[in-house]
């Protein structure tokens, strides 16, 4: 399994930006796939994650900002990040486990195969 992140950058707050995860080495559609962060100083977060069913889930405070999507036939997963706050800056991991769970709880589970992340920073 292979999650190279992509996207990650400088932006100020209020602004955009999309994350892209290129996956391979496993049957994309048989996988629940998302998104994870980390702040300086904090524990990992769950953030997004599409589950092997189709579904979206979404932490709390990303609700209405963020949405994830995927292109099955790249095999790849988005992560499109509007009216970004400063509380967004993090390291996002891309991350995959072939678990057929539903739910928001995978997101403080956490998942078995990540990336090497990618930073976001949002100033203000």
């Known amino acids: 399994v292979q999650l190279v992140e992509s996207g990650g950058g400088l932006v100020q707050a209020g602004g955009s930006l999309r994350l892209s995860c290129a996956a391979s080495?496993?049957?994309?559609?048989?996988?629940?796939i998302g998104w994870f962060r980390q702040a300086p100083g904090k524990e990992r977060e769950g953030v997004s994650y599409i589950s092997s069913g189709g579904s979206r889930y979404y932490t709390d405070s990303v609700k209405g900002r963020f949405t994830i999507s995927s292109d099955n036939a790249k095999n790849t997963v988005y992560l499109q990040m509007n009216s970004l706050k400063p509380e967004d800056t993090a390291v996002y991991y891309c991350?995959?486990?072939?678990?057929?769970?539903?739910?928001?709880?995978?997101?403080?589970?956490?998942?078995?195969?990540w990336g090497k992340g990618t930073l976001v920073t949002v100033s203000s």
């Open positions: 991350a995959a486990d072939p678990t057929k769970m539903e739910g928001e709880s995978l997101l403080y589970i956490g998942m078995d195969y």
């Open positions: 080495g496993f049957t994309f559609d048989d996988y629940a």
